[in-house]
């Protein structure tokens, strides 16, 4: 049972324009989002999050968009850049209690930016 | 500047073969995780630990134990490696920052079974 989804497997877009991954989940528990972007043969490091009080945070290039009624958020990268390019993962948490932090991720989705 | 080490980063093991995967964190984090990654499935909880001696199971246990005998140390074991556990193996430290965990991964363990 999969509670957190990333449907596109990959994702391919020009230098300059914007990239847009989306996320769904199922657990109305989960009250914190995160993004992860993956290198290969590298671990994982932590890109942005949300808190389900909000909407949208942005940092930077990216910005991350929270529809809690739809259970749906989104990463918004602008403008895309080459070194973009690697494997974003969505990851959702519940806060507190005895959660400590644990992750649920999706699939990932393979972002590709061509110069 | 946070560092969790993993003690290989690539392993070739035999079915049947008993395999340690060691992680070291040196931030002093209370949490420990170990996933594992597989194409088309994301990073999968396996095993987490809260402090030293305790465990958790995490969504797929079967197959694997642990080990937190030291705060800044987690073992995962397979105790007779099949070829279904050939993965890509990452482990985690998180503390609590304010009301939210930060979560740290190590490079990750490829372990083939063969």
């Known amino acids: 049972d999969q509670q957190v989804k990333q449907n596109s497997p990959s994702l391919s877009v020009q230098e300059g324009r914007i990239s847009i991954l989306n996320c769904d989940y199922t657990?109305?528990?989960?009250?914190?989002f995160l993004w992860y972007k993956k290198y290969p043969a590298e671990g994982p490091t932590f890109l942005i999050s949300i808190s389900s009080i909000k909407d949208k945070n942005e940092d930077g290039r990216f910005t991350v968009f929270l529809n809690k009624s739809a259970k749906h958020l989104s990463l918004h990268i602008v403008p895309s850049q080459p070194g973009d390019s690697a494997v974003y993962f969505c990851?959702?948490?519940?806060?507190?209690?005895?959660?400590?932090?644990?992750?649920?991720f999706g699939q990932g989705t393979i972002l590709t930016v061509h110069p | 500047d946070v560092k969790v080490t993993q003690s290989s980063r690539y392993l070739v093991k035999r079915t049947g073969e008993k395999v340690f995967l060691e992680c070291v964190q040196d931030m002093d984090h209370e949490n420990m995780f170990w996933y594992r990654q597989d194409p088309g499935l994301g990073l999968r909880l396996i095993y987490f630990?809260?402090?030293?001696?305790?465990?958790e199971k995490g969504d797929i246990p079967e197959g694997y134990s642990v080990s937190r005998e030291k705060k800044e140390r987690f073992s995962l074991i397979l105790e007779s490696a099949s070829t279904n556990q050939t993965s890509m193996y990452l482990c985690?430290?998180?503390?609590?920052?304010?009301?939210?965990?930060?979560?740290?991964f190590g490079p990750g363990t490829r372990l083939t079974v063969t």
């Open positions: 630990s809260y402090d030293v001696k305790m465990k």
């Open positions: 985690a430290s998180s503390f609590l920052r304010g009301t939210l965990y930060e979560q740290y």
């Open positions: 657990n109305s528990m989960f009250d914190y």
């Open positions: 990851a959702a948490s519940e806060v507190g209690g005895t959660s400590y932090g644990k992750l649920t």
